[in-house]
C-alpha cells in the first residue's frame, strides 16, 4: 500500500492550499482518513478526520478554515485549508485505517505559511 501525499508548498498568510492523498495498492475502502500535522519541536497533531459516511471533525484550531473531503471510488482523501496562518506551517501527514485495523502513514508533505 502507498499513500501518496501532495500539495504542500509555500504560501502567504490568508492564502489557500489544497493538499491531496491517494492510496494506491488496495481493493478495499478505508472507513476512516485522516490529516495529522507536525511542526517542529511539537508533537505531532490530528488536524481532520473523515469517515467512509463522510462524518468529519475537525481541531478547534482549524474549525471554519479547513475542509476535509474524501473520494470514496479513488480512496483518496483531500484538506483545503484557507485563511492559512503562520501557526498552520507544519508537515502534514495523511493516515488512514481500515475496520480491520491495517493503518497506513503517507509520507507527509511540507506547508510553509510566511507572514
Known amino acids: 500500500v502507498q499513500l501518496q501525499a501532495s500539495g504542500g508548498g509555500l504560501v502567504q498568510v490568508g492564502e489557500s492550499l489544497r493538499l491531496s492523498c491517494a492510496a494506491s495498492g488496495i481493493i478495499f475502502r478505508f472507513n476512516y482518513m485522516a490529516w495529522y500535522r507536525q511542526a517542529p519541536g511539537n508533537q505531532r497533531e490530528l488536524v481532520a478526520a473523515i469517515t467512509s459516511g463522510r462524518s468529519a471533525n475537525y481541531a478547534d484550531s482549524v474549525k471554519g478554515r479547513f475542509t476535509i473531503s474524501r473520494d470514496n471510488a479513488k480512496n483518496t482523501v483531500f484538506l483545503q485549508m484557507n485563511s492559512l496562518k503562520p501557526e498552520d506551517t507544519a508537515v502534514y501527514y495523511c493516515?488512514?485505517?481500515?475496520?480491520?485495523?491495517?493503518?497506513?502513514w503517507g509520507q507527509g508533505t511540507l506547508v510553509t505559511v510566511s507572514s
Open positions: 493516515y488512514v485505517r481500515h475496520d480491520s485495523g491495517l493503518n497506513y
